[in-house]
């Protein structure tokens, strides 16, 4: 019977495998999008690819190893606190270190023999982690005293800044002089996801949920009524611009609407069936970021809307089965990390495609598995990971006490 409870007979496989099918594909993009640009400049076409693989096996190694854990092990303060210690550091280093920086943000830290890392990447999936930490560990308090529990402190201050909120706060701040607006604004939903997911009534999110949705009506009518203009010279004013109307003019249509614009001219030439795997015309050079932002776009030129289509579907598929993990799952440090990884998958897609085809101001956000960037494809599988780990032991668990009311029974 104890050969029947090992973990690895508990794999979840409705997980596992959309995983490696959005990794397959994810470096199959890569590999199409990074050689027009490799060969510009007279690198090797392999270079980008290679690099995008051996950040795909650490993942994999990692996996390996997160899944043979014992979960107690995951919900240690000692080893949360040192990893929140150290991002913290890498964070300020990525910011005023002399690292690489894109269009005026900083953020990365460069690897000799790897290229870089973006801590704000790992900041997103530790704020699930972190959070799930500290709710899980307080679900009698909370139930009793609601949000209150939450935002514990006596004075407003105390309620703001104190406890869990300081090193969150912390975290954004530094994301915020970056400046990085896309991770910025992903990594405050995941907070109020987190939040809601502690447990406190949900009467709090509806009725703030209400004003959020106002203010972001708000936000989008004076972008159109300021044709964009919002904020005069700031980094970020390029793109309200071109998210308003990216063929205004000759002028918009050559600086601030030049992405979006080709983002489309992609979409265009893909049609429902694409032009075929390596075929795209705009990552020759016409649509900036082909690698990573908007490799959408380029998935769609290539594969048509349908093959897109069918790569949101299997990502989709991979979203649910981990929301339902966190569903049916009878531990709270369990369901709240898993509808965080969950909720990071959704708001990152959301993001990156309402971006790339104009629905909401294009933020730099990557694709989940498909862009170029390591340090995204890593910190996604470390999700993957603690949501295999989790499901495993749910399982073993459900099975565990089976068999004990069933030998009480008999």
Known sequence: MKDGLKKANFLDYSILIPYLLMSAIGIIMVFSTTVPSQLSVGGSPYK?????????????VAISIIYRMKLRALKSQRIIGVVLFLLILAMLYSRFGPGTTANGAHGWIPIPGIGTIQPAEYAKFFIIWYLASVFSSKQEEISKNDINEVFK???????????????IIIMLLIEVIMPDLGNTIIMALLVLIMVGASGVSWRWFSGYGKVILTLIILFLASLFITGGNLIPKSYINARFIAYVNPFQNMNVLANQGHQLANSYYAIANGGWLGRGLGNSIEKMGFLPFATTDFIFPIVVEELGVIGAILVLGVLFFLVIRILLVGIRAHNPFNSMISIGVASLLLIQVFVNVGGAI???????????????GGSSFLVLSLGIAFVLNISADEKRREITELTGQYQVLR
């Open 48 to 60: 980008q690819v290679i690099s995008q693989a051996a950040f795909m096996l650490l993942s994999f």
């Open 153 to 167: 402190g006596r004075t407003l201050a105390q309620k703001l800044f104190a406890g869990w909120r300081l090193p």
């Open 358 to 372: 104009g629905v909401i101001p294009e933020t730099g956000v990557t694709f989940p598995f498909l862009s170029q």
